[in-house]
């Protein structure tokens, strides 16, 4: 038997001023002296905080959005995937966009290619559709494909691959990520590849990385909800210095339900720093050290993410508290975040009275993706949670 006690526990946060919201629109005027935000990463080089994420971005709209996101924006980074399948189009854009050949371009090595050869296929081909003679950032996009998750069709695609790729390599197991990370290092020995590292790890198999790592992962992607609901894999990537980079930021603004609270509190913010709400959760996230890739077609959203890219937008350390304060419960399903607010506001304490170590997971309850919510507890431990 495992014992569980639950408590309310204060989060408290100043609520809005407003008893309703109203849609604000402001754009901060471009500041000469604004330096564009960025991070240094482990091994010394810098990451534009703010990218342009265009994996599952419609075909139609990729050579505008990216000409008009660099071009005219000076967003510095774009995000994609080999998967995406349009790397090309990438290219073909910035091919004639000024300042095309000095955006940085990340882009994800796909679980079908997993293992050593495959991997350095895929690099070889995201080189060749990209035009370039190296490659900014490479992930391994998962650790491997999983049957239980609903989009994912593991034999389908498998048997899907065209000839060159499997005979490359076996199919991918359990563990093939392993040898893709080799694969990575020796590209990033050779100069073709500058920072490397993963995506949608959890917290076990980032310290198995670790473990076997000869260069470390200068950074991992993760939905942006693990920055709330996952403090144990954040905290072990400020331990080992992995910069956090997140994605699905603004669709779990618009997916998300009960989010009256958090629109009041952060319009009251967006008010006082003439800036849009979208405009403050990327600033928020990003004065927590927290790198974005955030997606858009919208010229008008294009404009507010690039403001904060260029680093126009600082929030006070207030005002900082505030948007944290509401992003966690707007993360955790609650739109409010005041103890009167929230009074299904628990922690939980996990005893094992077991003779194996138990394992607590959070399961995202529209995803069903599931990280660990405490370390392994071991029999006789306790853990809260």
């Known amino acids: 038997p495992i014992s569980i006690s639950m408590h309310r526990v204060p989060c408290p946060m100043s609520r809005a001023a407003l008893n309703s919201w109203t849609a604000v629109v402001f754009l901060i005027a471009t500041a000469a002296t604004a330096e564009p935000a960025s991070f240094m990463l482990s091994n010394g080089n810098k990451l534009p905080a703010v990218g342009l994420g265009v994996g599952n971005l419609a075909a139609e709209h990729i050579d505008r959005v990216v000409r008009e996101a660099v071009g005219e924006l000076n967003i510095s980074l774009i995000d994609t995937a080999h998967r995406s399948m349009n790397e090309h189009m990438i290219a073909e854009a910035l091919a004639d966009t000024p300042g095309g050949e000095d955006v940085l371009i990340l882009t994800k090595v796909w679980y079908t290619h997993l293992g050593f050869n495959r991997t350095v296929l895929s690099v070889e081909e995201s080189l060749a559709k990209l035009r370039r003679q190296h490659l900014d ?20 695609e498998e048997q ?18 392993r040898d893709s990370w080799r694969a990575l290092e020796h590209l990033s020995r050779k100069g073709v590849v500058k920072n490397i590292g993963v995506s949608n790890f ?4 980032l310290r198995e990385l670790i473990d076997m790592a000869e260069i470390k992962p200068a ?70 050290g927290v790198s974005v890739v955030a997606r858009s077609s919208s010229a008008r959203h294009l404009r507010e993410n690039a403001a904060v890219a260029r680093g126009e937008l600082h929030l006070s350390g207030e005002q900082q ?3 944290a304060n509401a992003f966690k419960a707007l993360i955790r399903g609650g739109g ?22 138990v394992r607590v997971f959070w399961t995202h309850p529209e995803t069903g993706e599931s990280v660990p919510a405490a370390p392994e507890i071991l029999p006789g431990g306790q853990e809260d949670v």
């Not at 899907?160 to 990520?177: I, Q, R």
């Not at 920055?227 to 669709?251: C, E, G, R, W």
Request: net charge negative; aromatic share 6%.
């Open 137 to 156: 950032v490479v992930l391994l996009h998962w650790p491997r494909c999983r049957d239980d998750i609903p989009w994912m069709h593991c034999s389908a």
């Open 160 to 177: 899907a691959l065209p000839a060159n790729v499997k005979e490359a390599g076996p199919p991918p197991h359990d563990k093939s990520w």
């Open 202 to 205: 959890d917290l076990d198999e």
């Open 219 to 288: 950074l991992i992607q993760q939905n942006v909800w693990s920055t709330v609901n996952d403090p144990h894999l954040m905290k072990y990537l400020a331990q080992h210095s992995i910069h956090f980079q997140a994605y699905n930021v603004l669709n779990t603004l618009r997916e998300s339900k009960n989010t009256d609270g958090f629109r009041r509190t952060v319009q009251d913010v967006a008010l006082a720093a003439s800036a849009t709400m979208q405009q403050v959760l990327l600033q928020g996230l990003v004065q927590q």
């Open 321 to 323: 508290e505030q948007v």
């Open 336 to 357: 409010e975040a005041s103890q009167d607010d929230r009074p299904d506001a628990v922690t939980a304490s996990f005893a094992n009275s077991l003779e194996l170590p």
